[in-house]
């Protein structure tokens, strides 16, 4: 009671804070964040009170509690980011209950959520503010992994509206591209078909402002980003870091490194940062200085997430 007291002032104390001139954008892979209830099309078994990861609602409020806290601290340099894109998200209800049952709720987000096929139900999403963000549109890419004899990934989630401050269109993409697990030869197949159809949404959109952000399961060089960089500017590093310190958003066996991008438009360049920030804050970090995870395998650790957030500024 008294840890969801301190957090619900935080947000609160960020919500009073009001940014001008400039509008952070943020993603944050949350590390699975489902409900408590089974849905019969997916395989979300482990995710129960009963399953293997004894998903229970105690563990599933302090998450979406953990969320908040996330977004309150890089609300903290001025405001509430004007969007925050995630994925690992499972429904609708998850998103209900974060931006109006929990202390996010201060912040007054609407949100953007499709469902895809991914087998285990986890897709992207959008939160966005209403009064900065006036939303035109909406549209769920399928990447046809299925079609190809490869396991069926996360939609791409395309969303565009207008800034309300300058009326300019921006079109953003959300995605999560397929797991470097398994096969090698299978999952690269996946992730460059991912990449494929991203590059054919792009190019309907040529001389627009856009924004990309996700998790590519990839480095910074990985082939999967050719493609992608013949029409967009990364806003990441391009040289992995491979250094025992935070210096990434994902740390593999020690070794940090970039597999979450921002990217965008050659037309963004004049209001973008060119540098992503990553949001590394102590409280992310367990005393081995690696991202406190929610889950260790089966093991219940109790932390955020497995991968550290990023957010650009916009002018």
Not at 5 to 34: C, D, H, P, T
Not at 123 to 142: A, H, K, M, N, V
Not at 220 to 239: A, T
Not at 289 to 307: E, I
């Amino acid at each position: 009671m008294a840890r969801r007291f301190f957090l619900l002032l935080v947000v609160f104390w960020a919500a009073s804070r009001i940014l001008v001139g400039a509008q952070k954008i943020m993603w944050y892979n949350v590390e699975n964040v489902f409900d408590t209830q089974h849905d019969s099309l997916k395989n979300d078994w482990d995710f129960l009170p009963e399953g293997s990861y004894h998903w229970t609602p105690w563990r599933y409020w302090r998450k979406l509690d953990n969320i908040s806290r996330v977004i309150a601290a890089v609300a903290e340099q001025g405001g509430w980011p004007m969007m925050v894109g995630m994925c690992e998200v499972e429904n609708d209800t998850v998103l209900r209950d974060l931006t109006l049952r929990s202390p996010l709720r201060a912040a007054k987000y609407s949100y953007v959520h499709t469902e895809g096929p991914d087998l285990r139900g986890v897709d992207c999403c959008l939160l966005y503010q209403p009064s900065l963000f006036r939303l035109q549109g909406i549209e769920s890419i399928t990447v046809p992994s299925a079609e190809y004899g490869l396991r069926p990934t996360r939609d791409i989630l395309h969303v565009w509206g207008h800034l309300t401050r300058t009326d300019s269109l921006l079109h953003v993409f959300m995605l999560h591209f397929p797991s470097r697990a398994g096969d090698s030869k299978s999952s690269t197949q996946n992730r460059m078909l991912a990449a494929e159809t991203l590059c054919m949404a792009l190019d309907k959109l040529q001389g627009q402002r856009v924004l990309v952000m996700g998790d590519f399961n990839a480095e910074p060089g990985d082939p999967v980003f050719r493609p992608i960089q013949q029409r967009l500017v990364s806003l990441i590093p391009q040289k992995r870091k491979e250094l025992k310190k935070a210096q990434g958003t994902y740390c593999y066996q020690g070794l940090w490194g970039f597999i979450d991008h921002m990217l965008v438009s050659p037309s963004m360049l004049d209001c973008c940062e060119p540098r992503a920030h990553v949001a590394n804050f102590p409280f992310l970090l367990t005393e081995k200085g690696v991202p406190w995870r929610t889950f260790q395998g089966p093991a219940y650790k109790g932390g955020y997430s497995d991968h550290l957030p990023l957010f650009v500024e916009i002018r």
